[in-house]
């Protein structure tokens, strides 16, 4: 398995500790894949399928498939997956509550989505230095409440949002279910 980071592992075990047995996974905003893979080779029966606006050189294996895609308007049938993870995406969406909203169309009900990504919450809700952090990583980064906002607004429940440990207080975790 190709190096993952600390918020890769979280949401890995997010996924184990939940008990989802999920058989078709979404990850939106895969980037170079290598999340992807991890998740192909930890839940082998599973149906993986990585969307990206920029994937295509990622070679699909079987049980993943790489699509080009947006968040913003995805290209699946509503109720088409079981679990949809995003890591270190959501800051780069465009339209972020149009995208809550098009993963809670194509989850199935009680279907369960896990984001992992950097809030404005601690020293990064600072103006200066939230707004530095974001200058540097190109994302627009949001906070606790507007995330909990975006998901209640389009139907989510059971919202939970925790600091990820050793991140420098910088990533979270962000479960929800369908």
């Given at each position: 398995m190709e190096k993952l980071r600390t918020i890769h592992y979280a949401v890995l075990n997010e996924i184990r500790c939940s008990q989802t047995t999920s058989q078709n996974i979404l990850d939106v905003g895969c980037g170079d894949g290598i999340f992807s893979?991890?998740?192909?080779?930890?839940?082998?029966?599973?149906?993986?399928?990585?969307?990206?606006?920029?994937v295509s050189q990622l070679c699909s294996r079987d049980n993943l498939i790489f699509i080009k895609g947006r968040v913003e308007?995805?290209?699946?049938?509503?109720?088409?997956?079981?679990?949809?993870?995003t890591v270190l995406s959501l800051h780069h969406w465009k339209?972020?509550?149009?995208?809550?909203?098009?993963?809670?169309?194509?989850?199935?009900?009680?279907g369960r989505l896990?984001?992992?990504?950097?809030?404005?919450?601690?020293?990064?809700s600072n103006r200066i230095l939230g707004w530095?952090?974001?200058?540097?990583?190109?994302?627009?980064?949001?906070?606790?409440?507007?995330?909990?906002?975006?998901?209640?607004?389009?139907?989510?429940?059971?919202?939970?949002i925790s600091l990820i440990p050793n991140t420098m207080k910088t990533l979270y975790l962000i479960a929800a279910e369908k």
């Amino acid at each position: 398995m190709e190096k993952l980071r600390t918020i890769h592992y979280a949401v890995l075990n997010e996924i184990r500790c939940s008990q989802t047995t999920s058989q078709n996974i979404l990850d939106v905003g895969c980037g170079d894949g290598i999340f992807s893979r991890a998740l192909s080779e930890t839940y082998p029966i599973s149906n993986i399928t990585a969307i990206d606006t920029s994937v295509s050189q990622l070679c699909s294996r079987d049980n993943l498939i790489f699509i080009k895609g947006r968040v913003e308007q995805l290209p699946f049938a509503s109720e088409s997956f079981d679990l949809v993870i995003t890591v270190l995406s959501l800051h780069h969406w465009k339209d972020k509550g149009k995208g809550i909203s098009e993963i809670y169309r194509v989850l199935k009900k009680g279907g369960r989505l896990i984001i992992g990504d950097p809030l404005l919450e601690d020293w990064m809700s600072n103006r200066i230095l939230g707004w530095l952090m974001q200058v540097l990583d190109g994302g627009v980064f949001t906070d606790k409440n507007k995330i909990s906002e975006y998901l209640k607004a389009t139907g989510f429940e059971n919202i939970r949002i925790s600091l990820i440990p050793n991140t420098m207080k910088t990533l979270y975790l962000i479960a929800a279910e369908k």
